[in-house]
């Protein structure tokens, strides 16, 4: 069991002895096949939901380019474990963003990607509503257009009752 701590991987080049490589100039530009956490086999991608497959692997066959010399990419990665009540299914659910800087002449430039795992976990589950939930919910609605109805119809009418008074002191 590996610990839930955030982390990053970085690639870079290296130095050799064998080639003499200038790292300065080195691009980047790089495709991520697969990359997940936990036990996520191909299978269960498929079997779950659509709004939660795509996030079992947001970054599957994407490609992303540094277009000039000096330019690092760095992503941020956001996994939060998900439970699926209804099928028994497991799996960690990420959000991707990621960035693009222009790095100082003599530094290498690398591709990172840095991952946080949530201290939660989601529960997703189909909750039945009771029939009293629609009754409150109908007289929540209706309590709020009043309230609203009797703020705008007092201010309408102080604000008539200023301009008469208004009016009055002028003539």
Known sequence: ???????????????????????????????????????????????????????????AKQTFVADKFHKALSHFIKVVHTRFEDSGFRSYQ???QWSEQTIQRGTTPQAKFSYDLAPVEVVVGKAERRWYDYITQIFAITGGAFTIMSLASSFLKLSTLQVKRMLDKMQ
Request: aromatic letters at 6%; proline letters at 8%; charged letters at 20%.
């Open 1 to 59: 069991d590996v610990a839930r701590v955030p982390g990053t991987l970085h690639f870079q080049v290296g130095k050799s002895k064998e080639r003499d490589i200038n790292p300065a100039f080195t691009n980047v530009s790089h495709t991520v096949h697969h990359l997940t956490f936990g036990d996520a086999p191909r299978s269960l991608k498929a079997k779950l939901p659509r709004q939660y497959s795509q996030h079992v692997d947001p970054l």
């Open 94 to 96: 990420q959000t991707h």
